[in-house]
């Protein structure tokens, strides 16, 4: 009995062995497939900003041209996105208060090179974003930062921009974002029926969010979204 005994056990071993190969070999070619479509995506993102900036200087229409330098913000945002995406592979951490400066930093260096606008940030380090809402959040802000730089401060003496985040509670972050512009009735870029502002929707709705809108001196975002574990966001 302890030799049949010892027989089933080896070969229980033996089939637990060979499975566990076949596991660390499935394991590797999904991480080969991860990083090529990883390193495809950064390219065409790269090529479709190349192409959008070599355009630029061709369009002699305000509006065209002003449309071109909006989707090459975008895509800057998304490609900002696939950079974190990449380092959150990599097991790096990626916390929202980079994430957002690196945003801010980008599109200040599309519509405001002089850096005559404020941006005041407060957000705590401990916060990090689960993957499936960088996209989402990028876009968002890249929308707002966009629109606050392009149409906001005509007139406006001393111009700010604010954002702030932090846990609601266990369940949900809490995103805000103002500016000390003109509001929202003069502003072509807040339209209801506008591309950025339906984008911002449907961002939002993605993430199975909530948005707020307000106006007071200005006008500022409230955005709601839930995490699934805290835990795994903090530090």
């Known amino acids: 009995k302890v030799a049949e005994r010892t027989r089933e056990l080896q070969n229980s071993n033996a089939e637990l062995a060979r499975q566990q190969l076949e596991l660390s070999e499935r394991n590797a070619r999904i991480a080969t497939l991860i990083n090529e479509l990883s390193h495809r995506v950064k390219n065409n993102l790269q090529l479709l900003y190349s192409l959008h900036s070599l355009q630029i200087s061709h369009i002699q229409d305000a ?114 974002y103002a500016d000390n512009g003109a509001g929202i009735q003069d502003l072509p870029g807040y339209h209801k029926h506008s591309m950025g502002l339906s984008l911002i929707k449907d961002m939002v709705r993605q993430m199975h969010g909530a948005m707020e809108v307000s106006q007071h001196e200005g006008l500022a975002y409230t955005f709601t979204f839930p995490v699934t574990n805290t835990k795994q966001l903090q530090v």
Not at 114 to 123: D, F, G, P, T
């Open 63 to 176: 509006s065209s041209r002003e449309i071109l330098r909006g989707n090459l913000a975008r895509i800057q945002a998304m490609m900002l996105v696939n950079n974190k995406l990449t380092l959150l592979e990599d097991g790096q951490p990626v916390t929202l208060s980079d994430f957002i400066a690196g945003l801010v930093s980008h599109v200040q260096q599309v519509y405001d090179t002089n850096k005559k606008i404020r941006v005041e940030q407060s957000v705590p380090a401990r916060i990090r974003l689960q993957a499936r809402h960088t996209l989402s959040i990028g876009l968002i802000l890249s929308e707002l930062l966009t629109n606050s730089f392009k149409y906001a401060f005509q007139n406006i003496a001393s111009p700010a921009i604010t954002i702030e985040a932090a846990y609601a509670d266990e369940k949900n972050i809490c995103l805000y």
